[in-house]
Nanobody
Framework: QVQLVESGGGLVQAGGSLRLSCAAS????MGWFRQAPGKERIFVAG????????DYTDSVKGRFTVSKDNATNTLYLQMNNLKPEDTAVYYC?????????????????WGQGTQVTVSS
């Protein structure tokens, strides 16, 4: 059974940085999503385990970096220059496909989520 465990969320001031981690029990195409209160869960970034092809939503390009450590099966999301609108619960997710998808419905397993709060 696949398990995803996120960590690294917290409270940070605008302009600050956080790094999220997701321990995955295997090597798959992975994605980061976020969900703000009262809003839908949306795609943030993703990476293929084979080849390391990445994709980002436009609002985080140049600020966030998704990466992976093949040795430890760990997914990361480095978030720099954080803005108040980045405040949300962040989830890592796994899909059984060879390409990154921005649709939550294409992902089979999800972590429990970690809260990121950016104060102005």
């Amino acid at each position: 059974q696949v398990q995803l465990v996120e960590s690294g969320g917290g409270l940070v001031q605008a302009g600050g940085s956080l790094r999220l981690s997701c321990a995955a029990s295997g090597r798959y195409t992975m994605g980061w999503f976020r969900q703000a209160p009262g809003k839908e869960r949306i795609f943030v970034a993703g990476i293929t385990w084979i080849g390391g092809t990445t994709d980002y939503t436009d609002s985080v390009k140049g600020r966030f970096t998704v990466s992976k450590d093949n040795a430890t099966n760990t997914l990361y999301l480095q978030m720099n220059n954080l803005k108040p609108e980045d405040t949300a619960v962040y989830y890592c997710a796994l899909r059984f496909g060879h390409s990154v998808s921005s649709s939550p419905r294409d992902y089979t397993y999800w972590g429990q989520g970690t809260q990121v709060t950016v104060s102005s």
